[in-house]
């Protein structure tokens, strides 16, 4: 009876461990331009309560939750484009909204040259949220780079590189990781060193508004499978880009391609910018076999209202919600959301390969 007992006990365990998975969620682009800077200030501190209230549940819903923190923590004076400089409040507001990892390698991160991504960094440590792509020095990126996540007994690695800094270069000894192919694969060596389940590749590239990756990035994307990355994903372009969820050989998916997330929240207005995607990735594992369960995107909007003290305020909203009576929203701006939505949607689905869209 006892080996019975244990035998079904180690079948009971063999069946979780067939069911392992982790859910990891992607989200674009996340600034503060300066109207969202004026039209949210109370004296001292700004009012970014209602920025994502909306989807809140749904980036808490995943274990780990991942955002493009396109703006330096570069004190006073807050500032928004063209050299930005955001209030810890706006880094508090995605913590609370669930995001638990920063990526700061993006060309908008030495806007307050160095002293600003040195603030950036210290002030995320402060906070303890977890971040990469820029570092005090080389020792500091030797100790936290590639960066190891462990979550559910799950190994990931995460990279994060970008094409250029604005023209704007770093002093030493502070580093910003660019997209150099020599110290990528160096980097990727390494990753595998720490045995990750998989590797995650971050990339800030390709051009501005345009919804079509370049050859740059198709080449750049294959360059990276080749060195052993499993998902890649994009960010810069404002706008959404097309998703690839590819096979191996096996017949399983095992490489994701995102080429871009569009924007997360911004107050930019140009055409396919005043919205993005989120992209939820649910990674599997059978014994040593490691995949991508599945692959999903959700459509976001920057919808504009009156806030209490009746200006411009914005808060991220799902594609659905364009269907809803919102009593703070005037028919104009749901007409935009809309067509935001159906435009994208549409894209989306004559462009990806494998990843379908969900709604929350």
């Not at 996340?30 to 949210?40: C, I, K």
């Not at 995605?94 to 995001?99: I, P, R, W």
């Not at 104009?332 to 939505?341: A, G």
Request: aromatic letters at 10%; a positive charge; glycine letters at 6%.
């Amino acid at each position: 009876m006892k080996i019975l007992l244990s035998g079904f006990c180690l079948l009971s365990i063999l069946s979780l461990s067939a069911q392992d998975s982790l859910t990891i969620l992607f989200a674009g682009d996340a600034m503060m331009h300066q109207r969202q800077l004026d039209n949210t200030r109370r004296g001292d501190s700004f009012d970014l309560s209602g920025y994502f209230a909306d989807i809140e549940k749904e980036v808490n819903a995943a274990d780990i939750a991942v955002v493009n923190f396109e703006v330096p923590l570069g004190g006073k004076p807050y500032s928004g484009y063209p050299a930005f400089s955001a209030p810890e409040d706006f880094a508090l507001a995605l913590q609370k909204a669930g995001f638990d990892f920063f990526l700061l390698a993006n060309n908008h991160c030495l806007d307050r040259r160095t002293r600003g991504l040195v603030r950036t960094i210290q002030t995320l440590d402060s906070l303890e949220i977890r971040h990469t792509g820029t570092f005090l020095d080389r020792d500091h990126r030797c100790r936290t780079y590639p960066m190891l996540l462990r979550k559910k007994d799950f190994r990931i690695i995460m990279l994060n590189y970008t094409y250029d800094t604005n023209g704007l270069k770093v002093d030493t000894p502070r580093i910003v990781n660019y997209i150099d192919k020599e110290i990528m694969k160096a980097d990727i060596a390494e990753a595998k060193l720490f045995n990750p389940d998989f590797i995650i590749a971050n990339m800030h590239w390709g051009v501005e508004y345009e919804q079509m990756p370049s050859r740059r990035q198709r080449e750049l994307a294959a360059w990276l499978m080749q060195q052993g990355v499993d998902l890649i994903i994009g960010c810069h372009p404002h706008v959404v880009q097309p998703m690839e969820l590819r096979r191996g050989k096996d017949g399983t998916s095992d490489h994701l391609v995102v080429y871009s997330l569009g924007n997360f929240i911004s107050n930019m207005s140009r055409e396919h910018t005043d919205g993005g995607a989120m992209v939820k990735v649910v990674l599997g594992r059978k014994g040593l076999h490691r995949y991508i369960a599945s692959a999903q995107y959700s459509l976001i909007y920057s919808s504009r209202y009156k806030n209490k003290q009746g200006k411009e305020d914005i808060r991220v909203v799902p594609a659905t919600f364009g269907s809803e009576k919102n009593q703070n929203s005037s028919f104009s701006v749901d007409s935009v959301l809309i067509k935001y939505v159906n435009k994208t949607r549409l894209f989306l689905k004559d462009n990806n390969k494998g990843v379908e869209e969900y709604v929350f």
